[in-house]
């Protein structure tokens, strides 16, 4: 019988977002946890911060394994944060909500309400959540320039990022990818970038794509300077050296005669490769091989002393040895020197001598 685990990939979109900064808007970000006992709850993940918007769209996934058999009871949980701490209990919660990852397969998408706590809402608040089967370890790698991009800026160039989408099985568009933000540029090179091709495009070479480029404002207003759709297949002709051209266009502008584009975005180079996991290497013969250096300066006390980490307790142990064996155990299994010729006896103790 097939084991029913899967991994699966979870989007996370919000709209109407409690403002909770004074003169402007928040700057959520998504954290998931999963119930792991009686009132506990361990963090899976968490999305990127975005600035000033009380309608993000998160760009990074949120993965977890979707085991059949389980009720796998998962909360959403959506935070402004105004600092640079992972500590989230300073930071202003907009909301929340508690699914079950079988609810979010069943639909592929919900939406619900955010709460603040049972029973009530967070204003109008909404999370959407989208999920997706991850069959495929391919992964596409690209490097993406632009040339002559327009002015958007009154005093100073624009401040361009791309946004690229893959169009859902209901017609909507999905955000994928968000690029750097290349400060004062009209002539941008981003960052080389990788993207699982489940991410980029379900694995469909076909499936229709869309980019857009903006000029990024700091109160998150950013203003388009065009969009062009493609799709990966054609993206993949960037090879060797020829890159791959599109004309940016700008939906308002080009209804007029003398509009060709508002600037030029370039594919100089988009490949697959495969994204191999622990278990294709170990699978693959990988070995690995455990070694130890141990700090035995003055700083560490008196090894006669029980505060000591070099202290020898009656039983012969110290917390030098209770980590080499725990570590020990565990990579003993991957190396096949070891496997070969099974420890039977423990690690051996030493007489421990303090040096300056």
């Excluded at 990818?177 to 993207?195: G, M």
């Excluded at 993949?236 to 051209?245: D, R």
Aim: glycine fraction near 8%.
């Amino acid at each position: 019988m097939a084991d029913c685990v899967s991994k699966i990939e979870l989007t996370v979109s919000c709209s109407n977002l409690l403002d909770k900064d004074v003169g402007s808007k928040s700057d959520p970000l998504c954290v998931l946890l999963q119930k792991s006992g009686e009132d506990k709850w361990t963090e899976l993940g968490r999305t990127e911060r975005l600035k000033n918007t009380s309608s993000p769209s998160f760009s990074q996934r949120l993965r977890v394994d979707y085991h059949f058999e389980t009720v796998q009871n998962l909360k959403f949980g959506i935070y402004d944060i105004d600092n640079s701490t992972s500590d989230l209990a300073d930071d202003d919660y907009l909301g929340g909500v508690e699914l079950t990852l079988g609810q979010i397969v069943s639909s592929k998408t919900v939406t619900r309400p955010l709460q603040l706590k049972k029973d009530k809402p967070a204003g109008k608040g909404t999370i959407t959540v989208d999920a997706e089967e991850i069959k495929d370890n391919r992964a596409i790698v690209l490097e993406v320039e632009a040339k002559k991009l327009d002015k958007k800026d009154t005093f100073g160039k624009s401040d361009p990022f791309l946004e690229i989408f893959k169009q859902g099985d209901d017609g909507k568009w999905q955000l994928v990818h968000r690029t750097e933000v290349v400060k004062n540029n009209l002539n941008p090179s981003w960052k080389t970038f990788t993207v699982p091709l489940q991410t980029f495009c379900s694995c469909d070479l076909e499936k229709p794509l869309k980019v857009d480029c903006s000029d990024h404002d700091g109160d998150g207003s950013h203003d388009l300077i065009g969009s062009f759709t493609t799709k990966a297949s054609e993206l993949l002709k960037a090879t060797g050296g020829s890159p791959v051209e599109f004309d940016c266009i700008h939906p308002e502008k080009k209804k007029k005669k003398s509009y060709k584009n508002s600037g030029v975005v370039s594919v100089k180079s988009c490949k697959l490769l495969t994204q191999y996991t622990f278990l294709d290497y170990v699978m693959g013969g990988c070995q690995i091989n455990f070694t130890v250096g141990i700090d035995f300066t003055g700083s560490n006390g008196d090894p006669r002393s029980p505060n000591s980490l070099h202290y020898m307790s009656p039983g012969g142990l110290n917390q030098y040895l209770s980590a080499l064996w725990s570590v020990g155990q565990v990579v003993q299994d991957y190396d096949t020197l070891v496997h070969s010729k099974p420890q039977t006896t423990p690690i051996p103790t030493h007489n421990w001598k303090l040096t300056n």
